[in-house]
């Protein structure tokens, strides 16, 4: 079974640009998460969707913005990108729609550089 | 505000000896509690999980006990193998909102021969 799947790996923008990133899930799961990890302050939840819904957000400004496709796929969006977004983006899909059966599974994710 | 907290930043330990990991939390709410490893320029990978319903849970040699109380949380790996030196991530997640995990920092983990 195919893992989680990101595109690209990596990613170079200038400040100000926009920025997307693709996630696809795991053949089946329709629970996808976006997670933003930093040296700083390391993995930090951005939000989540289940059946193309919106159904958790973190604490990030409105320049970060997600969506999910009705095959479960999902892109998260940054606009106006600002030196402090380079950070390595995550992404997780899950299977069922809660509990500790149905782990996250995590792709290598998208090595976001903003200068 | 770290509602999960791994304290110790590092671990070195022997190849064949115990590794202990600790996880505290704060947030009464939680539910659900995992542990990941992750190596450099990939993603974490979940090892093993527990509900808080639970006080043990064991996968081979990975073993996750949990201290309600106390709000605490260890990760056993018996024994350890040099392939074990990863970060190893404590994460959180509330019933009704199973995909927002809360992380901890992580704690760097050497195994030497």
């Known amino acids: 079974k195919a893992g989680v799947t990101q595109t690209p790996r990596y990613l170079i923008k200038t400040r100000g640009q926009q920025v997307t990133l693709s996630c696809s899930p795991i053949?089946?799961?329709?629970?996808v998460s976006w997670y933003q990890q930093t040296p700083g302050q390391g993995l930090q939840f951005l939000f989540e969707?289940?059946?193309?819904?919106?159904?958790n957000k973190g604490n990030f400004p409105g320049r970060f913005s997600g969506r999910q496709f009705s095959n479960s796929r999902s892109e998260m969006n940054v606009s106006t990108l600002e030196l402090g977004d380079s950070a390595l983006y995550l992404c997780?899909?899950?299977?069922?729609?809660?509990?500790?059966?149905?782990?996250?599974?995590f792709g290598n994710g998208t090595r976001l550089t903003v200068t | 505000d770290q509602q999960v907290k791994q304290n110790s930043p590092s671990l070195s330990v022997q190849e064949g000896r115990i590794s202990i990991l600790n996880c505290d939390y704060t947030?009464?709410?939680?539910?659900?509690f995992l542990w990941y490893k992750k190596y450099p320029a990939e993603g974490p990978t979940f090892l093993i999980s527990?509900?808080?319903?639970?006080d043990k849970n064991e996968d081979g040699r990975f073993t996750v006990f949990l201290n309600k109380s106390a709000k605490h949380l260890s990760l056993h790996i018996v024994p350890s193998q040099p392939g074990d030196s990863a970060v190893y991530f404590c994460?959180?997640?509330?019933?009704?909102?199973?995909?927002?995990?809360?992380f901890g920092a992580g704690t760097q983990v050497v195994v030497t021969p």
């Open positions: 997780a899909s899950s299977g069922l729609e809660t509990g500790p059966n149905s782990p996250l599974h």
């Open positions: 053949s089946g799961h329709r629970s």
């Open positions: 969707y289940f059946s193309e819904t919106q159904r």
């Open positions: 947030n009464s709410m939680f539910d659900y």
């Open positions: 527990i509900s808080s319903i639970k």
């Open positions: 994460a959180a997640s509330a019933v009704d909102s199973w995909g927002k995990l809360q």
